[in-house]
């Protein structure tokens, strides 16, 4: 037993030197296998030194336990006494890895794979662990073989001989190793097969890039070939039959565990294409089929097992279709596309302790460096490296990258890299996750040199790095771009002025010329304003290449900042709210209709930078009507009230525009909505309570003009079509009807005079030229069409509806609704029309032959000549014509019985007629899918082109910046079009069966 005394002073020594249950440890030192080194210091100091002192201590014991008898116990000690090299090696991987002394407790005598200590055992390269394997003559044997070699790797990282990138190298070069010694098994058992062929394995992904990890999948491809005389059919299948057993040998779990799983995925057509293909064959693919993130993955590829002059073959011919990926269309937004797709995988639970795949981490680093080496590795080949480190320091060197940039990159990445390392080290299992114990991360901190407070430390420092990562990934392609043409430090770095144009074209931008001169005018100089700008510009120029005109976005924030730039708070908004500066990249980028509307009032910009986003929420229409009304009020005159009225207008259609762009591009912060219903009802009731609102001003300013505070005759504006029904688009003419009634004591003409007065002077003013949007009112729905009065009194209306109405009015009159003026004139017209929208008992068969026949003929008559009918979204099959005929007759028919079908919007009485059960829901779901797609791409079309249509631009950028909002990546309009037509075939075939009785 040891004294109460000794004990104390035993324990309290233990938690000196970092150990966390010093009772069990003094339990653990007081055994018999340790007796000679109870008290010994230096035994302490050593575990002490260690990343977890207690795991290292019970490894030990369970190494002293396993050595077969107390000789080879002594030996044991004995070497941990009299050799430190040994001592720290053997202690140091007890201490960080369970799984490696777990092995040692199977095998107890492998501890003397750590006693060399020679120059060639310090950076071992292939051959060394092919020696190592040699005796290893099937898969289990290899397994044992594999862990001793790893034992030796893992001792020289955990005590600094080796540094992060020599440990990655070593791990790749033990892979290449075990797979050529898993051939030779696969060879040995299937001497038939290996006499017919020629078969080559190439690594790729971090094994290729001599970059691997501990635990890691082993990305390999394979190439066939038959040996002379062999047929081509046969040797395909012996050296598949090869390959497939080689990678059993490594993959398969047996009594000593598992190596690694190898993975052929990355081949040509994945896992549904061949496992070995000939030369030729993967020549062919990638010549007409590859994908862009194919060549990025071929950056790693190299020959490592089997018949290496074929790998070399394939290598070779490979090469120049990686270095010509760069000028594939959409190359950049496919990179980047990819990535984001990586991020979006990634369950919400891990994002934050993500490593490698969420944001700031490891693989932020390798794309980006993977996306520079592509551009510019064409024309500098000292680029094409498939190691991470290396490439990174070769695109400093050639000035793609600043020196300062590339440092910090090259520090994150390397810590990054070590915290995977030592994650993994500990279970060796495949992980990429930092853990959430104390426990776990104090181990990884201390094996990381950090003693202090580890937990803290490590947390501390892992968020450093991958802030770093973040922001060095966000700039790093873009940066350069500003270098090339801004005033740098004597001695810094430059891209040459035909890398930046290769670059930009890269990126997408049609003209480099015109946007270098662009960057030149935003950032040079040494003024406080320039340095904002190259702040901003790296970021900027990224969200501007996501679009489908880069140029576009880029000349608009010159205008914009040209505009602005001698504002205070201009740039300093850009700079400190990021929802602000992405916001407007993405406003600037999406078409001619936004910012027109900006550049006519720049200082809009503030309102993309309101906290989170609310800035850009539509604002009430009460709200609306009431600014409106006031700035009517302190004008001069009318043509001034106007103005005002219509400059309040310009400012909430670029509210709306923006807060419809962004919502539909989506943010890194904000990613897009998918209920594009949601978009459409927002767009139209914010559109439909802005027109309301400036009619509601512009009448003001004519009666006020005219007459003072009170009009002869009460006068109400009636909202009909989209207009009523709260749909109205960005180029939407406004349907009105006039209606007046004669204020009590006043003249009926003298009243007509005045309604028709106020009619008039009230197109006039709205069509006043100016740099304004036109609001044009549209009238043609009245009572006796183009032909008829303008204006008429309630009771004119009512007669003429009572003897004169056609079934077409009723159907008319269903989206009416007022929406300036007199508002109790309002509801008692609403109230007079309600029989005729909503007649008793429905339409009879006479009505509905009516209707059909009138929508037949409008189908026919009303069609553009030159027009694809199936992509014209008013008129075309399945189109809103379509939708909205079907939803008025059923309103026609069953409005009398059904409340829920007496309104003026078109979804809603869809959903209402639904419920109703006078629709199916499947079917009710199909016509509001096509009213909506039909809807957004009308929208989509003024955004992009600045002017209403109906149909796709034929145009190829404009036609791109349509499927970019409705949320198609670049190089998929065809997708668009395809998804566009099959979505209103459907509707369509439900309209034959709903509206014409088919």
Same mark, same amino acid.
């Given at each position: 037993?040891?004294?109460?005394?000794?004990?104390?002073?035993?324990?309290?020594?233990?938690?000196?030197?970092?150990?966390?249950?010093?009772?069990?440890?003094?339990?653990?030192?007081?055994?018999?296998?340790?007796?000679?080194?109870?008290?010994?210091?230096?035994?302490?100091?050593?575990?002490?030194?260690?990343?977890?002192?207690?795991?290292?201590?019970?490894?030990?014991?369970?190494?002293?336990?396993?050595?077969?008898?107390?000789?080879?116990?002594?030996?044991?000690?004995?070497?941990?006494?009299?050799?430190?090299?040994?001592?720290?090696?053997?202690?140091?991987?007890?201490?960080?890895?369970?799984?490696?002394?777990?092995?040692?407790?199977?095998?107890?005598?492998?501890?003397?794979?750590?006693?060399?200590?020679?120059?060639?055992?310090?950076?071992?390269?292939?051959?060394?662990?092919?020696?190592?394997?040699?005796?290893?003559?099937?898969?289990?044997?290899?397994?044992?073989?594999?862990?001793?070699?790893?034992?030796?790797?893992?001792?020289?990282?955990?005590?600094?001989?080796?540094?992060?990138?020599?440990?990655?190298?070593?791990?790749?070069?033990?892979?290449?190793?075990?797979?050529?010694?898993?051939?030779?098994?696969?060879?040995?058992?299937?001497?038939?097969?290996?006499?017919?062929?020629?078969?080559?394995?190439?690594?790729?992904?971090?094994?290729?890039?001599?970059?691997?990890?501990?635990?890691?999948?082993?990305?390999?491809?394979?190439?066939?070939?038959?040996?002379?005389?062999?047929?081509?059919?046969?040797?395909?299948?012996?050296?598949?039959?090869?390959?497939?057993?080689?990678?059993?040998?490594?993959?398969?779990?047996?009594?000593?565990?598992?190596?690694?799983?190898?993975?052929?995925?990355?081949?040509?057509?994945?896992?549904?294409?061949?496992?070995?293909?000939?030369?030729?064959?993967?020549?062919?693919?990638?010549?007409?089929?590859?994908?862009?993130?194919?060549?990025?993955?071929?950056?790693?590829?190299?020959?490592?097992?089997?018949?290496?002059?074929?790998?070399?073959?394939?290598?070779?011919?490979?090469?120049?279709?990686?270095?010509?990926?760069?000028?594939?269309?959409?190359?950049?937004?496919?990179?980047?596309?990819?990535?984001?797709?990586?991020?979006?995988?990634?369950?919400?639970?891990?994002?934050?302790?993500?490593?490698?795949?969420?944001?700031?981490?490891?693989?932020?680093?390798?794309?980006?460096?993977?996306?520079?080496?592509? *551009?510019?590795? !064409?024309?500098?080949?000292? %680029?094409?490296?498939?190691?991470? /480190? #290396? +490439?990174?320091?070769? &695109? @400093?060197? $050639?000035?793609?990258?600043?020196?300062?940039?590339?440092?910090?990159?090259?520090?994150?990445?390397?810590?990054?890299?070590?915290?995977?390392?030592?994650?993994?080290?500990?279970?060796?299992?495949?992980?990429?996750?930092?853990?959430?114990?104390?426990?776990?991360?104090?181990?990884?901190?201390?094996?990381?040199?950090?003693?202090?407070?580890?937990?803290?430390?490590?947390?501390?420092?892992?968020?450093?790095?991958?802030? *770093?990562?973040? !922001?060095?990934?966000?700039? %790093?392609?873009?940066?350069?771009? /500003? #270098? +090339?043409?801004?005033? &740098? @430090?004597? $001695?810094?770095?430059?891209?040459?002025?035909?890398?930046?144009?290769?670059?930009?074209?890269?990126?997408?931008?049609?003209?480099?010329?015109?946007?270098?001169?662009?960057?030149?005018?935003?950032?040079?100089?040494?003024?406080?304003?320039?340095?904002?700008?190259?702040?901003?510009?790296?970021?900027?120029?990224?969200?501007?290449?996501?679009?489908?005109?880069?140029?576009?976005?880029?000349?608009?924030?010159?205008?914009?900042?040209?505009?602005?730039?001698?504002?205070?708070?201009?740039?300093?908004?850009?700079? #400190?709210?990021?929802?602000?500066?992405?916001?407007?990249?993405?406003?600037?980028?999406?078409?001619?209709?936004?910012?027109?509307?900006?550049?006519?009032?720049?200082?809009?910009?503030?309102?993309?930078?309101?906290?989170?986003?609310?800035?850009?929420?539509?604002?009430?229409?009460?709200?609306?009507?009431?600014?409106?009304?006031?700035?009517?009020?302190?004008?001069?005159?009318?043509?001034?009230?106007?103005?005002?009225?219509?400059?309040?207008?310009?400012?909430?259609?670029?509210?709306?525009?923006?807060?419809?762009?962004?919502?539909?591009?989506?943010?890194?912060?904000?990613?897009?909505?998918?209920?594009?219903?949601?978009?459409?009802?927002?767009?139209?009731?914010?559109?439909?309570?802005?027109?309301?609102?400036?009619?509601?001003?512009?009448?003001?300013?004519?009666?006020?003009?005219?007459?003072?505070?009170?009009?002869?005759?009460?006068?109400?504006?009636?909202?009909?079509?989209?207009?009523?029904?709260?749909?109205?688009?960005?180029?939407?003419?406004?349907?009105?009807?006039?209606?007046?009634?004669?204020?009590?004591?006043?003249?009926?003409?003298?009243?007509?005079?005045?309604?028709?007065?106020?009619?008039?002077?009230?197109?006039?003013?709205?069509?006043?030229?100016?740099?304004?949007?036109?609001?044009?009112?549209?009238?043609?729905?009245?009572?006796?069409?183009?032909?008829?009065?303008?204006?008429?009194?309630?009771?004119?209306?009512?007669?003429?509806?009572?003897?004169?109405?056609?079934?077409?009015?009723?159907?008319?009159?269903?989206?009416?609704?007022?929406?300036?003026?007199?508002?109790?004139?309002?509801?008692?017209?609403?109230?007079?029309?309600?029989?005729?929208?909503?007649?008793?008992?429905?339409?009879?068969?006479?009505?509905?032959?009516?209707?059909?026949?009138?929508?037949?003929?409008?189908?026919?008559?009303?069609?553009?000549?030159?027009?694809?009918?199936?992509?014209?979204?008013?008129?075309?099959?399945?189109?809103?014509?379509?939708?909205?005929?079907?939803?008025?007759?059923?309103?026609?028919?069953?409005?009398?019985?059904?409340?829920?079908?007496?309104?003026?919007?078109?979804?809603?009485?869809?959903?209402?007629?639904?419920?109703?059960?006078?629709?199916?829901?499947?079917?009710?779901?199909?016509?509001?899918?096509?009213?909506?797609?039909?809807?957004?791409?009308?929208?989509?079309?003024?955004?992009?082109?600045?002017?209403?249509?109906?149909?796709?631009?034929?145009?190829?950028?404009?036609?791109?910046?349509?499927?970019?909002?409705?949320?198609?990546?670049?190089?998929?309009?065809?997708?668009?079009?395809?998804?566009?037509?099959?979505?209103?075939?459907?509707?369509?075939?439900?309209?034959?069966?709903?509206?014409?009785?088919?």
């Amino acid at each position: 037993m040891t004294a109460p005394g000794r004990r104390s002073s035993t324990f309290t020594r233990l938690l000196r030197h970092g150990f966390t249950d010093p009772s069990a440890a003094e339990r653990l030192l007081d055994s018999a296998e340790l007796a000679l080194l109870r008290d010994d210091p230096v035994l302490l100091e050593a575990l002490g030194a260690t990343a977890d002192p207690d795991l290292a201590l019970r490894g030990l014991v369970r190494l002293l336990e396993a050595q077969p008898g107390p000789i080879a116990q002594r030996e044991l000690l004995d070497t941990v006494i009299a050799a430190k090299p040994l001592r720290d090696r053997l202690l140091g991987v007890l201490g960080a890895s369970a799984a490696l002394a777990d092995h040692l407790a199977r095998h107890p005598s492998d501890w003397q794979a750590l006693v060399m200590y020679e120059p060639r055992d310090l950076h071992p390269e292939v051959e060394e662990f092919e020696l190592g394997l040699a005796e290893a003559t099937d898969p289990v044997s290899l397994r044992v073989a594999y862990r001793r070699c790893l034992l030796s790797i893992a001792a020289r990282d955990v005590c600094g001989t080796t540094d992060v990138a020599q440990t990655a190298a070593e791990l790749a070069d033990l892979a290449t190793a075990t797979l050529r010694a898993a051939l030779a098994i696969a060879r040995t058992a299937a001497p038939e097969d290996a006499a017919l062929c020629r078969l080559a394995v190439i690594a790729m992904g971090k094994c290729g890039g001599h970059e691997l990890n501990y635990v890691s999948d082993v990305d390999v491809i394979f190439v066939g070939e038959a040996v002379e005389g062999a047929d081509e059919g046969k040797a395909l299948r012996s050296a598949t039959r090869l390959a497939s057993h080689m990678m059993r040998i490594c993959s398969e779990t047996t009594v000593e565990g598992t190596i690694w799983p190898v993975d052929a995925n990355l081949r040509p057509e994945g896992r549904n294409g061949p496992l070995v293909r000939s030369l030729s064959s993967h020549l062919a693919y990638y010549q007409r089929w590859a994908k862009t993130w194919e060549f990025q993955a071929l950056l790693k590829a190299r020959p490592v097992a089997g018949d290496i002059e074929l790998g070399e073959e394939y290598v070779a011919a490979l090469e120049p279709l990686v270095w010509k990926a760069a000028e594939r269309e959409n190359f950049v937004p496919d990179v980047q596309k990819m990535r984001r797709r990586v991020v979006e995988n990634i369950p919400l639970t891990e994002l934050d302790r993500q490593l490698k795949l969420g944001p700031g981490g490891l693989r932020d680093v390798e794309f980006a460096v993977q996306l520079l080496q592509l *551009v510019h590795g !064409r024309a500098d080949t000292a %680029l094409r490296s498939g190691t991470t /480190l #290396d +490439a990174l320091q070769a &695109l @400093a060197a $050639g000035g793609y990258v600043g020196r300062a940039d590339a440092a910090q990159l090259d520090a994150a990445y390397r810590f990054l890299r070590s915290m995977e390392h030592r994650i993994q080290l500990y279970r060796l299992r495949r992980t990429h996750l930092v853990p959430e114990s104390d426990d776990d991360l104090r181990r990884i901190g201390r094996s990381l040199g950090l003693r202090t407070d580890p937990v803290a430390e490590l947390n501390r420092e892992w968020k450093r790095h991958a802030t *770093v990562v973040r !922001r060095l990934h966000e700039k %790093l392609f873009y940066r350069p771009l /500003l #270098d +090339a043409v801004a005033q &740098l @430090a004597p $001695g810094e770095a430059r891209l040459s002025a035909e890398a930046a144009r290769e670059r930009l074209v890269a990126l997408g931008y049609g003209d480099p010329a015109a946007a270098l001169r662009h960057l030149e005018a935003l950032a040079s100089g040494v003024t406080r304003k320039a340095a904002i700008q190259r702040t901003l510009l790296p970021v900027l120029l990224g969200w501007f290449a996501d679009s489908a005109d880069p140029d576009a976005g880029l000349l608009n924030f010159r205008k914009v900042s040209d505009a602005l730039g001698k504002t205070p708070w201009y740039l300093r908004l850009l700079r #400190d709210e990021g929802a602000a500066a992405e916001n407007l990249a993405r406003v600037l980028s999406a078409g001619r209709l936004a910012p027109d509307l900006l550049m006519r009032a720049p200082e809009a910009v503030a309102l993309l930078g309101d906290g989170d986003g609310g800035g850009l929420d539509p604002r009430p229409r009460a709200h609306l009507e009431q600014e409106i009304l006031a700035a009517v009020g302190r004008a001069e005159g009318a043509v001034q009230a106007v103005t005002a009225a219509r400059g309040v207008r310009r400012r909430e259609l670029f509210r709306t525009a923006a807060a419809d762009i962004v919502d539909s591009y989506g943010t890194e912060t904000k990613p897009a909505e998918a209920d594009q219903g949601a978009l459409v009802d927002r767009v139209g009731a914010a559109v439909s309570d802005l027109n309301a609102a400036t009619l509601a001003g512009t009448l003001r300013a004519v009666v006020r003009e005219g007459w003072g505070d009170t009009l002869p005759t009460r006068f109400a504006v009636i909202g009909m079509g989209r207009f009523g029904g709260h749909e109205l688009g960005y180029g939407s003419d406004a349907d009105v009807l006039f209606v007046h009634e004669p204020r009590e004591g006043v003249a009926e003409q003298e009243a007509s005079e005045a309604a028709n007065k106020v009619v008039s002077e009230m197109r006039r003013l709205l069509q006043v030229p100016s740099a304004d949007p036109p609001l044009l009112i549209d009238a043609d729905l009245r009572p006796e069409g183009k032909s008829g009065p303008l204006v008429r009194t309630l009771n004119s209306y009512g007669a003429y509806y009572r003897r004169w109405s056609l079934v077409w009015e009723s159907q008319a009159l269903l989206r009416a609704e007022a929406v300036a003026g007199d508002e109790e004139l309002g509801r008692r017209f609403i109230e007079l029309i309600a029989p005729l929208r909503y007649p008793a008992e429905g339409l009879g068969d006479d009505a509905v032959r009516e209707i059909r026949r009138l929508k037949a003929r409008m189908e026919t008559e009303r069609m553009p000549r030159g027009a694809d009918p199936k992509l014209h979204t008013k008129l075309g099959p399945g189109g809103l014509s379509d939708v909205e005929w079907t939803v008025q007759l059923l309103q026609l028919q069953h409005g009398w019985a059904e409340p829920g079908l007496r309104t003026t919007r078109t979804r809603e009485a869809l959903a209402a007629a639904c419920a109703a059960e006078l629709i199916p829901a499947e079917e009710a779901a199909t016509l509001d899918e096509a009213w909506v797609l039909a809807t957004r791409v009308r929208n989509a079309v003024m955004l992009v082109r600045g002017r209403a249509g109906d149909t796709f631009p034929s145009d190829g950028r404009e036609l791109a910046a349509v499927g970019r909002y409705l949320g198609y990546e670049p190089g998929h309009v065809g997708d668009m079009l395809d998804a566009y037509r099959r979505t209103t075939r459907r509707a369509r075939a439900v309209v034959e069966e709903l509206f014409y009785g088919a």
